[in-house]
């Protein structure tokens, strides 16, 4: 096997993986959504039907921590997606035969793991510091917010009506 044959092995691979890793981290998103709705449906019939207000207020936790955790996925699918992004403009800038050679900046480990990942022994201020806006903008998104904004308004509409 000729060094560019292995070098085309590992970038299969990788690229292999990041296609594997987007598809695996939109269905927990899917899951996480699903799972969202099942449990405030759930705690705000349960309230409903025992006449009990302050046990919305767990469904809206509960709709906050699913929240929560959706941008938590969305953001490290965004981080792999973006190795997709920097492979692509790696071999659209050499080309894809002078990238197996060797030639240009894309660096082919054959995992789809950012290179830009902070190391393990990184103080937590760091890691948050880093990671911090990335999650906000995640956060902040219409397509993610608004689904989570409509269950918990329907949760508080809930409580208004059992209250009167």
Known sequence: MTEEEARLALLQ??????QSAIRNF???????????V???LAIGGFAAAYRKPDLVLVG????????????????????I???NIEIDAGLRAAGIMETLKGGGSLEITGAAIPMNRLPADTP?????RERLPHFYFEATRVGALSLYAFIS????????????
């Open 13 to 18: 691979t990788e690229l292999n993986a990041i």
């Open 26 to 36: 939109d269905t927990i998103s899917l899951q996480v959504k699903g799972w969202c």
């Open 38 to 40: 099942s449990a405030a």
């Open 60 to 79: 809206i936790g509960a709709v906050v921590g699913f929240y929560l955790v959706n941008c938590h996925f969305n953001m490290n699918q965004r981080n």
């Open 81 to 83: 997606m973006s190795r």
């Open 124 to 128: 937590l201020t760091v890691r948050v």
């Open 153 to 164: 308004v329907c949760l508080l509409v809930e409580i208004v009506l059992l209250l009167f």
